[in-house]
């Protein structure tokens, strides 16, 4: 076993052997893209490699064993994760059709749906996850289509009443898709009971539109050319009863709305939370494809060489202390996301398994979902960005890889919502005491149900992990100047700390619109809403930094600890560092210790460098399958 | 006039009639991209364009009169400029015929390839621009090419000794040029002069290599699809003497090397600061790119509506505070580099049109150019990013245009060389006492030379505005902690400390290295680097609000100069936000005032709200010419 084993074990975490599987059962698939295909041509290739996965077990993984799967949530989303390693388009179309389409099958229907799962899996059914509209993206719970109990015929009829109703950028829809999971609000007896999800079919057997239906092609966007994003419009569609998805809320023959949860915005967030896992997906897979870009500029930093003495061999960009600055501390973000999103894919596949989950867990997995998708993948944006940049004009060619991994990442930054409203919910989680009913996320829905108290919040949570807690409680100096910014337990207390600071000073905020009327609470929210939404990035930062930590403990090889130690902390300096204006503001760091910050970070770069190689092996991205030619090139002096 | 109107003429400057020209007749040539055509297909359109440019002057424009050309240097980069806000690919392609191929020609060489001119501007000749080499893109001096004189037969004999001695990445190189302007190293008896630029015909009249060049095809790219880039390497190919651009040296009949310019450092600096109009028109362009972008993602926000109270019209995206601060920070900086930009224009415009330059107003503009090329690619890819997201997942869509962009704006970052390097190129002007002499960017040549006093740098420069220094002069509180953050002459003068304290003191680290061995001097640099790389970029905030400040003061509409006085200073308050941590940690502001700066910010972002249209007007992009299918949607509403 090499170090850069070690690190990978450590990395692959507990479903290391779908990782190990995947490594291998992949890259026989051969799923490099052509950038010749047209776009048809790129669809179809990537639908034919979509078929190609049903063998491998990985489609199955999510759903029960009770309706064909293997009841392995935490494989299906190691499996998509792996899938983003090698191709992010071949990723969203499975993603669509299995996560999403397959999940609201599952999730939200009931034995008769359930039917169609083995179906699913074998993609003799093909579906999309009709949700986003033109007009309502971010705020589904104002999704415009409607659909209407008839019960004279026993059926609802699917509408979508303006042009902003239409449905848009909905993967499979332009092509692939025969039937489609429809999110409309549910009107019935003439009374609406909020956004349910209803199974349209879009195309009969010919690929035509079906009657009322329209469909029409997204056609070319910034990347993911083999996905088939489209729109669908209804007129008057109707569809039989029973084509609710009807586990949350059911109509009987004669019109009459049930359903077990009283509260309307409650159900709705029930509902969206048992759809958690594609929002886990998306924020691991845009993980998994940074890794696959940092690999490839850490290994061309090894390579390439620039400047130098005019009488010597010139100097490797790994050795620039700008290159480093550059390229290390995001290695080392990648490398505390990966730890935070295993630790949290272990805890949704344990609520997913449990027959009876507990409802403070999995509000607590929600907020965490929609935070770590906002950083996971404006990391990825930035990381393959400034991967693109570190390995120049070269970075700029499809044949190095980069530049497709640029395209196609880009949009993951907005999936599921723009990342400023997934942090918005995770404050919200963080600031109310009653989130799962609060109806919604609109500013006057929230500051309503702003907690009277949220001095707690931090430390309660902190409490859950003794280890943390004791290396809080043995960091050195207590309390003053004197920490040692090396020190886990300091920059753990210093995390939890400014999360606490920031959380309670944002209540308080918000709190004044308490009895204000709507244009005043509107006001006040607004006024506070950057504040708001870094309460939300802070506390990630802290969960990021405790899985870290407790990944390391967990860690059994020592010398790979040791690196991973080392890791830690530039993650952690470097979160500082971004942050040093606030630290220095609030009395949290002195200024003569805060000019410490870029030192020490500064030497972590020295004593990183020499690791540099393995630290990008242990990401597990074989070399064979980076797909960047110019890492083929002959050496320099060859 | 309307504001708007107001806005426009002061920011489109000195070449104003050549902006309201290309606004009419680029728009009549029905630019637009088709991104169903294949790559040739794409490539093709792109040339056909290129034709149709010809007639509209702006080929010409930077040629001089004698040689069959305009003689108007700030014409031929606004020109090209113009082009960006309507494709980048068409730039581009005009940039390396006219601005980089036909520059060469122009500047480099003398009345025999001076004849070629008329045949450049009409396309009947198309080169390339052959500089960069797979091995070597930022460090030119280091190119492997070389071109041997042969006194036998009187040629050159051009050689590629190695793989990574392969120019690539050239424009023009796969399919159009037939002739290429390469960079090589002379070598004569024996001798190394450096690098000169020589004039190779790559291919025949069927399209054909030569003999002993061999052209492959870059193929896809991230972007720029109408761009044919493509990789020469050269097997001992032989040329006549005369091929020599000889302007800074020649080679005679026998061999025996001359040049007016004995060092070959100083020569090789001076020959490419003769080519800096490349370099100026890459930031323009790019910014150019970002004000389009800017354009669409501002008319959006005041279309597109989200969230809001149950009981009433959902919320403008323009009114929510975190969107504001997305996106009006961005447009206050795009007015900033614009005034910056065209004062720029205008010094290269008078030194160009100069029988007998200033040679350190050519080295001041040299070290500009290459800091505002940094600092104007990075916003441009920020902003393109920034303004994808700001639209959601419609900003994806290739028809709202901004997923073209990115992909096109992306490689500007590292064109010319990479920006970190264009920063340090900076700082070198500004750290050593003789930069034009220093031999190159290598680390030992660089803090060999750093002055034993830069004491005086800015302030020396800043003396020779007397509005900058009366500004300073009267602001109020002087010196102590009761500046007001919201005058000019405040924010001035900080950011002109901040320029002086951070040069001096890295010139204080790498005066350490002064009698060093190599090792220890080298690792004193990169020590340093980050601080080197610094020094650029605080000259370059220094000089933008100069400009800023002094565009305002010419801007003869009091309206427009009052709203153009608040958007320097949302400029100012963003820049000083960016890097507070420094101004605290160094005493510039104290804890309590700089707690101040957010919240004066966000009092910015409320002030400027109201003029968000007229402000994204001003950027004088017609909404016609946007080519971003959803702001011709119907309203919401509608």
Redesign the interface.
């Known amino acids: 076993m090499t170090l850069a084993d070690e690190l990978r074990i450590a990395l692959d975490g507990k479903w290391r052997h779908v990782r190990e599987e995947s490594r291998t059962r992949l890259a026989e698939l051969d799923l490099a893209v052509d ?2 295909l ?2 048809e041509g790129a669809r179809d290739h990537t639908f034919a490699q979509l078929k190609d996965l049903v063998q491998t077990g990985i489609p199955a993984a999510g759903f029960r064993e009770s309706h064909g799967g293997l009841g392995d949530p935490g494989m299906a989303v190691t499996g998509i994760e792996m899938l983003a390693q090698f191709d992010l388009s071949l990723m969203v179309k499975a993603g669509v059709q299995w996560g999403l389409f397959g999940g609201a099958v599952e999730n939200l229907g009931t034995d008769r749906h359930h039917a169609l799962i083995p179906r699913i899996i074998d993609l003799d059914l093909v579906g999309c996850f009709a949700m ?1 509209e ?6 589904v719970q ?1 999704l415009e289509t409607t659909a209407t109990y008839d019960p004279q015929t026993q059926e609802f009829v699917v509408h979508s009443p ?3 109703a239409t449905k ?2 909905i993967g499979n829809a332009a092509r692939h898709a025969s039937i489609a999971a429809v999110f409309a609000q549910l009107v019935t007896r003439g009374e609406s009971h909020g956004v349910h999800c209803f199974l349209v079919p879009i195309r009969d057997e010919h690929g035509e539109d079906m009657p009322g239906v329209t469909t029409a092609d ?6 993911l050319r083999g996905v088939d ?1 489209g729109r669908i419009s209804f007129d008057e569609v109707r569809i039989p009863r029973e084509n609710l998805l009807n586990r949350y809320g059911n109509v009987d023959e004669n019109g009459a709305y049930s359903s077990p949860i009283d509260d309307t915005g409650k159900r709705f967030f029930t509902m969206l939370g048992t759809l958690i896992r594609g929002r886990i997906s998306v924020g691991g897979s845009a993980l998994a494809a940074s890794e696959v870009a940092l690999s490839i500029a850490g290994r061309y930093a090894l390579k ?9 061999e ?2 490797l960009l790994a ?4 290159h480093q ?2 390229l290390l501390p995001l290695i080392a973000r990648g490398y505390a996301y990966r730890f935070a999103q295993n630790q949290q894919v272990a805890r949704m596949d344990k609520l997913q398994r449990s027959d009876n989950p507990d409802a403070q867990q999995q509000r607590e997995l929600e907020g965490r979902a929609a935070g770590l998708k906002a950083i996971l993948t404006w990391h990825a ?1 930035r990381s393959v ?1 400034e991967s ?2 570190l390995c ?8 190095n890889r ?3 991994l ?2 196609d990442i ?2 993951f ?2 999936f599921e919502g ?3 409203v997934m942090l918005q919910l995770v404050a919200k989680e963080l600031l109310t005491a009653y989130a799962h009913e609060v ?7 929230m500051v309503k149900f702003v907690a009277s108290t949220v001095t707690d919040v931090v430390r309660e949570r902190t409490a859950a992990s003794q280890l943390i807690q004791r290396l809080i409680d043995a960091r050195p100096g207590g309390g003053d100047d004197d920490h040692d910014l090396l020190d886990r337990g300091t920059q753990l207390e210093l995390f939890e700390d400014r999360e606490q600071h920031v959380i309670e000073t944002a209540a308080r905020r918000l709190q004044r619109a308490a009895g204000a009327d ?1 244009a005043e609470a ?1 006001r006040i929210f ?5 504040h708001v ?1 870094r309460c939300g990035r802070v506390h990630i930062d802290r969960i990021v930094l405790e899985a870290f930590t407790a990944g390391i403990a967990r860690c059994e090889d020592e010398d790979a600890a040791d690196l991973l130690r080392e890791v830690a902390t530039l993650y952690a300096l470097s979160v500082i560092e971004d942050d ?2 606030w630290f ?2 609030h ?1 949290r760091l002195s ?1 003569a210790r ?2 410490t910050v870029t030192s020490l970070l ?1 030497d972590q770069l020295d004593k990183l460098r020499p690791h540099l190689l393995t630290l990008v092996e242990g990401f597990g991205v074989p070399e064979a399958t980076l797909g960047a030619a110019f890492l083929l ?2 050496q ?1 002096d ?1």
Chains 1, 2 share one sequence.
Not at 439 to 445: F, S, V, W
């Open positions: 950038p010749d047209d776009l986003t033109i007009g309502h993206g971010s705020d104002s303006t042009h902003s848009d950028y997204d056609h070319h966007k910034g990347g994003n390439r060489r620039q400047f130098g003495p005019a009488d010597g010139e100097t050795d620039y202390r700008m600055r550059r944006s960005q693109r940049e120049g004009g070269a970075g700029y060619l499809a044949e980069i530049s497709t640029r395209g880009d949009v930054t907005t723009d990342n400023h109806g919604g996320l609109d500013p006057l829905g709507s509107f607004n006024n506070a809403q950057d939404i040093l204006a220095m503001g009395n200024d805060a000019k500064n090139d002959p320099p060859a």
